[in-house]
C-alpha cells in the first residue's frame, strides 16, 4: 500500500508537470501514460532570499555583489536582485549566485554608492546559507557606516506571499535554485512555518494556474523520487 501511495503521489506530481490538475489524475492513471520529469542535476547555483528591513532602502532597487566562487559579479556591474514579495517590511528579494559562492553584500546601486546604501560583507563559508533568509538592518557597523545584516532560519508567509515564492520556482526542473532540488530550503524557510490555504490559487511562473496545496506535493514528491 505504502508503494502504491509513493508511485500515486509521484503521478500527480507528473500530472502538475504537464499542467494538468487533480481532475485529470484518474482518466491518465488508467490509460497508463508513461511521465517523465526533468530530473539529474548538479550544483551550479542557489537561491539567497534578503528580506529589505532599512527604511533608508524602502524606495529603492537592490543590487547583488558575490565573490569567491566558479564567477563573481563586477562592481560597477553589479546584478539586480528580483523582488517577489512586496508587503513584508520593504520587501522579499532574491538572485541565484554560484554554489560555490564564498561571499556577498548588498547594496541600493549597480556601482559605486554612499556606505550607509550597502551592506557589511556577508561571508557564506561560515555556515550553509542555503538554509537561511538574510536581512538589512537599519542599524549601521559603527566602524565602515555599512549596513548590518542578520540572518532568519524560518519566514512562515501568508498566502499571498507564500504563492509569491513559491511560483518564481520550475517545479519541475531539477535545479538547485529554481526547481525541485531546491525543496528544502523553501519547505524549512517558507512553507513549513506558513499556515496557509492549501485551496489558495495563483498563477506560476509558466502562467498556469495551480494551487499552493498541488505546488506543494509536486515539489516534495520529486524530490523524494530523485534526489531523497
Excluded at 528580506?51 to 547583488?64: G, P, R
Excluded at 559603527?142 to 542578520?150: A, C, N
Excluded at 507564500?162 to 524557510?189: R, S
Aim: negative net charge.
Amino acid at each position: 500500500m505504502l508503494k502504491k501511495t509513493l508511485k500515486l503521489g509521484i503521478t500527480v506530481a507528473a500530472l502538475s508537470c504537464l499542467g494538468l490538475g487533480t481532475v485529470a489524475v484518474t482518466s491518465m492513471l488508467n490509460k497508463n501514460q508513461e511521465l517523465s520529469v526533468n530530473a539529474g542535476s548538479t550544483p551550479t547555483n542557489y537561491r539567497i532570499y534578503l528580506i529589505n528591513e532599512c527604511d533608508d532602502w524602502s524606495s529603492s532597487a537592490i543590487y547583488a555583489h558575490y565573490w569567491g566562487g566558479s564567477s563573481s559579479s563586477t562592481w560597477g556591474s553589479d546584478p539586480a536582485m528580483t523582488k517577489v514579495v512586496s508587503d513584508w517590511s520593504h520587501g522579499i528579494w532574491y538572485y541565484d549566485i554560484p554554489f560555490d559562492t564564498t561571499g556577498i553584500l548588498f547594496k541600493t546601486g549597480a556601482g559605486n554608492i554612499p556606505v550607509l546604501n550597502e551592506t557589511v560583507d556577508l561571508l557564506l563559508s561560515s555556515y550553509s546559507s542555503q538554509t537561511y533568509v538574510f536581512y538589512v538592518k537599519n542599524d549601521a557597523d559603527p566602524s565602515s557606516g555599512k549596513r548590518w545584516w542578520d540572518k532568519m532560519t524560518t519566514a512562515g508567509c501568508n498566502n499571498g506571499q507564500l504563492a509569491a515564492i513559491l511560483g518564481k520556482l520550475q517545479v519541475c526542473e531539477a535545479d538547485y535554485a529554481y526547481g525541485y532540488y531546491a525543496w528544502p530550503q523553501v519547505n524549512k524557510l517558507f512553507v513549513r512555518p506558513s499556515t496557509y490555504d492549501g485551496t489558495y490559487s495563483f498563477t506560476n511562473i509558466n502562467g498556469s494556474v495551480t494551487t499552493l496545496a498541488d505546488t506543494v506535493s509536486t515539489l516534495s514528491s520529486l524530490y523524494s523520487a530523485h534526489v531523497a
